[in-house]
Structure formats: structure tokens, C-alpha cells
């Protein structure tokens, strides 16, 4: 399973100019010259991205929004990233290893929206490989990752059952080990949750409290730890 933005795709280029959009109707004090310092580039982005919680601590202690202003501006995301065209590239290797693994069954767990993740796949003739995507917007608000219910959910769209299972969890975020944890702890014992630090997107595990099973400098290094 895998999580989305900084994992498969980087998606930066297209959340900053969503976010500014956003930003223009729910706080409005937030734009031009008072543009959060961390959107004016993607290397910033990065660095605050990897740093917060979740896209709700990524609102309120980096970019300055109350909690009115992230409510209205978390109903908003879904329509504005389908509406936005924005290119969004696969990171270099991706598809390759999708391929190469295409024996393998696959699925998404993300804070993205499900039907925009669908469209990239699309793009790039890869949907066959994703039994399923779980989005936001396919769990309630109070159960998204890190906790668990997305996971369980991607599981028994793909599964039908959640028993038994070997599952690899890759993302860029300390909030997916959390998520691999809490995952493992929902699960009934027969199964095995593996976590994985994608860091070709910047990610710097070193640093975090939740440490992963693995690190993947480069995404082929999947491929090692699939064969081990």
C-alpha cells in the first residue's frame, strides 16, 4: 500500500497553487505580500510538509489559518484540485517499479482526493495496478490518518477479508509509520504491517520520533526488499 503526494507523485507544484487559490477566498489576509513563506517555493513546502502532523497542522501553526478557516477551507480542497491543471509527475522510477511489481496487488491510503489520484493514474495508464484508492474523502474526518480506518478499508476493497496479510506501507511522512503502526495494532495477529520512508522527496527519517522499518533512497529499492 502506498500513501500519494511525495510518495508516487510530487504533487508540490499543483498543492501550492491550490493552496494559494484557497487561500484567496477563506483568508484572504494570507495572500500576496503576507503569502506564507513557506509556498513561495517548493523547497519550502517540502521542509513544512515532512515537518507537520497532518494537512490540519500544515494550516494552522505553518500558514497561519484559525479553525473556522481550515473547515472551510478542507471543503473546498476536493473541488479545487480536480479543477486545477496543474501538471503532476510521477517520481523518476515509479512507473517502472509499478510494472515490475505488477504481480503484486496494489492500493492507495491518502489525505488526497481519491478521484483526483484516480485521474493521475489514468494519465499515466496506470489504474489497472491500483485495486483501490482510498482518499479523504472515503473516511469521516475524525478517522484519518494516521489512524487506521483508511488502511483497513483499502484492504477489504482489495482482499475482501483483512486476515493473513503481508503488507508493505510506503510514505514520506512520519504520520505513515504512525499510520503502519496503528494499522498493525487494528489488525488481527495473522497479519504483518511493514513500514517503509520514501526519501527521494526530502523526508529526513533520522529526525523523527516514529521510526520506519526501511528507507527508500530511490524507489527501485523496493524492488531489493520486495525479493529479501
Not at 182 to 190: F, H, P
Amino acid at each position: 500500500m502506498w500513501d500519494y503526494d511525495g510518495t508516487l507523485v510530487n504533487s508540490v507544484p499543483k498543492n501550492i497553487d491550490i493552496t494559494k487559490q484557497i487561500l484567496s477566498i477563506v483568508a484572504p489576509h494570507l495572500t500576496g505580500e503576507n503569502l506564507p513563506g513557506c509556498l513561495k517555493s517548493e523547497a519550502a513546502y517540502h521542509e513544512v510538509n515532512h515537518n507537520s502532523k497532518n494537512w490540519q497542522d500544515l494550516y494552522k501553526n505553518y500558514y497561519g489559518l484559525n479553525d473556522g478557516e481550515i473547515t472551510k477551507a478542507g471543503k473546498l480542497w476536493a473541488a479545487y484540485q480536480l479543477k486545477n491543471n496543474t501538471p503532476v509527475s510521477l517520481f523518476p522510477g515509479i512507473e517502472d517499479l509499478i510494472n515490475e511489481l505488477s504481480w503484486l496487488p496494489h492500493g492507495i491510503c491518502s489525505q488526497n482526493s481519491a478521484d483526483n489520484i484516480r485521474n493521475v493514474l489514468e494519465d499515466n495508464k496506470m489504474n489497472e495496478h491500483f485495486k483501490a484508492v482510498i482518499g479523504y474523502n472515503d473516511v469521516a474526518n475524525d478517522a484519518q490518518k494516521p489512524l487506521p480506518e483508511s488502511g483497513i478499508k483499502c484492504l477489504a476493497n482489495i482482499f475482501g477479508e483483512t486476515k493473513d496479510k503481508l503488507i508493505l506501507y510506503i510514505g514520506d511522512h512520519e504520520g505513515d509509520v504512525r499510520f503502519a503502526r496503528n494499522l498493525a495494532s487494528k489488525l488481527c495477529k495473522s497479519n504483518k504491517v511493514i513500514s517503509l520512508a520514501a526519501t527521494y522527496s526530502g523526508a529526513t527519517p533520522d529526525s523523527w520520533f516514529y521510526k520506519p522499518d526501511f528507507t527508500l533512497s530511490t524507489p527501485v529499492d523496493l524492488l531489493k526488499i520486495v525479493e529479501h
